[in-house]
């Protein structure tokens, strides 16, 4: 059975065009599998090259999106987007291009989780980073 | 096994928070206060990243609970890393 779209399972509040996750593939309590259709151009983006920060952001979206759903219940966690280290290029995905972006927990710390993030095309890995989130959400933010 | 030194874990340190540009080694006292403004002014997601670094350098866990004591100086981070180092 096909898996099902990200938007339709998750409530991270990105929309298209900016939402950089189309489904999620695979989700353990470790690790989550999400995938990402890039468009052709002429559909709503009408870039040559999908920009390389915008891998970032899907492994952001990607590492919130598992973190709301890692504690397996229905009822998702909330959290913050706490930091973002230890980025590294190493290619470029085109129009049409489908992405994997892999998403693993590395450490927890009290409220912070760390996560390593990866985004794949075509059997090669273009980009990957580090990525903090702060469980829940705090009084002041 | 042989001990870990203050001065390695303090390289450590300035490598894992990329500090090494913003201090020379010297600059950091071995017995000085890491988190604070009194000291390197430090933060929770350096101490996350610091967690990492023992984790994946020496195989020693520092817990959260732990923290503020493990982490006040260099000097404790190496004691911490030398009593529970097997």
Redesign the interface.
Known sequence: MPSPPVGAVLPIPHQPPFLFLTRLEESGPEAALFSYEFPRQGDSFSLRMFPELLTVEAMAQAAAAFHGLSDGSEQTEQGLL??V?RVRFSGQARPGDRLTIKIRR??V????V?LDGEVWVHHRMISQAEI?VRRGIPESA | MAEVSPEEVRELLLEALNLGEQYEPSEVPLDGQLFGDDGLGLDSLDALQLAVALEEHYQVTVNKDDGPTVFRSVQTIAQHINAHQT
């Not at chain 1, 710390?109 to 912070?112: Q, V, W, Y």
């Open positions: 706490a930091s280290d590395k450490r710390f009290g409220e912070l760390m903090v």
